[in-house]
């Protein structure tokens, strides 16, 4: 039902900064909890952070508080991933993923089971 589409990654350097968007299309976004994940080469795909349908609830992996914010704009239909002092760690594919619909307004899920509908990934290369 739900597409999404991540943008934004690029090449930046070690502490710099970046901010992925998800647009998402095809059913209103509000009915998700939305997540972003990553995956390095040669490694299973690592959740990073996750925002409840209404925004009031987030999740995030121990490594990425304080560094990443995850914000959504319901009405834009777009959810972000703000991240901050980079290190080259984080240098992955980052995807986005809607859950199943109609989770608790509470529900920031880490489980990527959980995630019904993916995005093909924006590359994040960060360079020491």
């Known amino acids: 039902q739900v597409q999404v589409v991540e943008s934004g990654g690029g090449l930046v350097q070690a502490g710099g900064s970046l901010r992925l968007s998800c647009a998402a299309s095809g059913s209103p976004v509000e009915l998700y909890a939305m997540g972003w994940f990553r995956q390095r080469p040669g490694k299973e795909r690592e959740f990073v952070a996750a925002?409840?349908?209404?925004?009031?609830?987030?999740n995030y992996v121990d490594s990425a508080k304080g560094r990443f914010s995850i914000s959504r704009d319901n009405a834009k239909n777009t959810v972000y991933l703000q991240m901050n002092s980079l290190q080259p760690e984080n240098t992955a594919v980052y995807y986005c993923a809607a859950s199943e619909p109609w989770y608790a307004m509470t529900y920031a899920t880490d489980k990527d089971q959980e995630y019904r509908n993916w995005g093909q990934g924006t590359q994040v290369t960060v360079s020491s």
């Open positions: 925002i409840s349908r209404n925004g009031g609830a987030v």
